[in-house]
T-cell receptor
């Protein structure tokens, strides 16, 4: 079965620093979703990548999809305390669009 | 537009009891999915409903069931609760055609 591995598991950065989170799939990626979660709350949709080489940006967050490497990266520029949370990548498992497999998440802390 | 609404927000139940959780999707969304989130297993897919029909089901025992009503609202039921059912239960809705899932804030279920 497909698995998504995220790295690092946790990250502590100083405010203003850049950072990258990776998500690697054990199988071919047909679509990759990035979500952010505050502890104990729901997931907030960040970006969806569907094609190899696709890159999307929203405010200071950029995500890329490398189909050949079966990997996606999420890059945050000039991090702020508001970026703190758990970042999760999800991929279509197949069968229907509501059935996603998720990575275990990357916990990001930003020190002011 | 209102987001996905889940009720109740918190629940405390005793082993052996049953529980019903409710989810109201974003207006116009006909697909509703349910996920269980635990520290050990992460996010795991329970089932997906579309137009009142279960479209997909995850690997959970028959104690977990759900349904969807004609207005797309959904409920999930867990019977004969076990301690291991303690988790954050998340509902997500989406439009058709590969659109991303939008999650509610979840119901935190504690089984004692």
């Amino acid at each position: 079965s497909q698995e998504l591995e995220q790295s690092p598991q946790s990250l502590i950065v100083q405010e203003g620093k850049n950072l990258t989170i990776n998500c690697t799939s054990s199988k071919t990626l047909y679509g990759l979703y990035w979500y952010k979660q505050k502890y104990g709350e729901g997931l907030i949709f960040l970006m969806m990548l569907q094609k190899g080489g696709e890159e999307k940006s929203h405010e200071k967050i950029t995500a890329k999809l490398d189909e050949k490497k079966q990997q996606s990266s999420l890059h945050i520029t000039a991090s702020q305390p508001s970026h703190a949370g758990i970042y999760l990548c999800g991929a279509l498992r197949g069968g229907s669009q509501g059935n996603l497999i998720f990575g275990k998440g990357t916990k990001l802390s930003v020190k002011p | 537009k209102a987001g996905v609404t889940q009720t109740p927000r918190y629940l405390i139940k005793t082993r052996g009891q049953q529980v019903t959780l409710s989810c109201s999707p974003i207006s116009g969304h006909r697909s509703v999915s349910w996920y269980q989130q635990t520290p050990g297993q992460g996010l795991q897919f329970l089932f997906e409903y579309f137009s009142e029909t279960q479209r997909n089901k995850g690997n959970f025992p028959g104690r977990f069931s759900g349904r969807q009503f004609s207005n797309s609202r959904s409920e999930m039921n867990v019977s004969t609760l076990e301690l291991g059912d303690s988790a954050l239960y998340l509902c997500a809705s989406s439009l058709e055609g590969g659109s991303p899932l939008h999650f509610g804030n979840g119901t935190r279920l504690t089984v004692t």
